[in-house]
């Protein structure tokens, strides 16, 4: 026969297996909770990484741009200005070429050459106006008169020409509707962009000018 003490015994060991039962689910079930919890807040934090990592490397290839175009642009600053300075000192150079040529006896053949064709564009009838510049201005008046006879032109006016053309000769008619500088200054100011780009080209080819 089963007495109390054994019924209260197992009634008791009844309610241990249940309480510990329910309390092995319920730590079950907060390990779950905890689980879930600590993935979403792993979800977060790399997400959060992500983005930061992302704008970092866009910040820093954006910097990286940036740097690169301002150092391209400080390159170009450079280059135009050294490719100018070399421009001046070739046209300084060219300049210096024209002067040992006006004092030579083709400067007065180069004069009359010119000007006989540069006086197709005037009548002959009109009084023409001719300014030469000061540099060998006897010379190459002599030459400019033998081309102005050969052409027919009886009526004219031969000038000193202002100090800053060098050599050559300006032809103007009296009623001043056609105007011709055949200066070399004219000539090396419209053909300046022409040996900008020649000097450009050389410099990209390497070349010792």
Known sequence: MVTLEQKLSLFKKLVDEKVQKEIDEQILNKDDEIKDFLEKE????????????????????????????????????????????????????????????????KY??????????????????????????PTNFNKAKEAAESALKKAGFENYTIIEAELNYIGGFVLENERQTIRLNKTFAEALYLKREDLGQMLHDAIRRGETL
């Open 108 to 133: 007065k053949e180069h004069i009359e050459a010119t000007m006989l064709t540069s006086l197709e564009a005037f009548s002959s009838d009109e009084h023409i106006y001719v300014s030469i510049t």
């Open 42 to 105: 792993k979800q977060i934090l790399e997400s959060n990484a992500n983005r930061t990592k992302k704008a970092a490397i866009e910040r820093i290839k954006r910097q990286k741009s940036e740097a690169i175009s301002t150092m391209i642009q400080q390159e170009r600053k450079l280059y135009l200005k050294k490719n100018e300075e070399i421009l001046r000192d070739l046209l300084a150079k060219i300049e210096d070429k024209i002067r040992d040529f006006m004092q030579t006896d």
